[in-house]
């Protein structure tokens, strides 16, 4: 089992930068492969970026490519979402997420999902 902390989350102005931390804990917590997803207000909930288990391989959706960027720490058990080019569209809360199982590639289904953080509000304001 993995406990996930999400940290970060914010106000900007469009066109700004913010960057979200989501801090992996518990027995083989380095092993787990992470997705951020998102949920605005009257909308499903959908997976923006994902990183496999070793951080080698990673996902985006169409909507954040070139704009977002996922990393993984291994050491410190972290995974980064880097936010450039932020739009009011992408104004949702953010949840990390992670499978039941270790060794994954990135998912990109929500339902792939089965231990989550608690989630961080991002505002962007145009």
């Known amino acids: 089992q993995v406990h996930l902390v999400e940290s970060g989350g914010g106000s900007v102005q469009a066109g700004g930068t913010l960057r979200l931390y989501c801090a992996a804990s518990g027995e083989a917590s380095g092993y787990y492969a992470i997705g951020w997803l998102r949920q605005a207000p009257g909308k499903e909930r959908e997976v923006v970026a994902a990183i496999s288990w070793n951080g080698i391989s990673t996902y985006y959706a169409d909507n954040v490519k070139g704009r977002f960027t996922i990393s993984k720490d291994n050491v410190k058990n972290t995974v980064l979402l880097h936010m450039d080019t932020l739009k009011p569209e992408d104004t949702a809360v953010y949840y990390c997420?992670?499978?039941?199982?270790?060794?994954?590639?990135?998912?990109?289904?929500?339902?792939?999902?089965?231990?989550w953080g608690q989630g961080t509000q991002v505002t962007v304001s145009s």
């Open positions: 997420a992670a499978p039941a199982g270790t060794h994954q590639p990135p998912l990109t289904k929500e339902f792939e999902y089965a231990y």
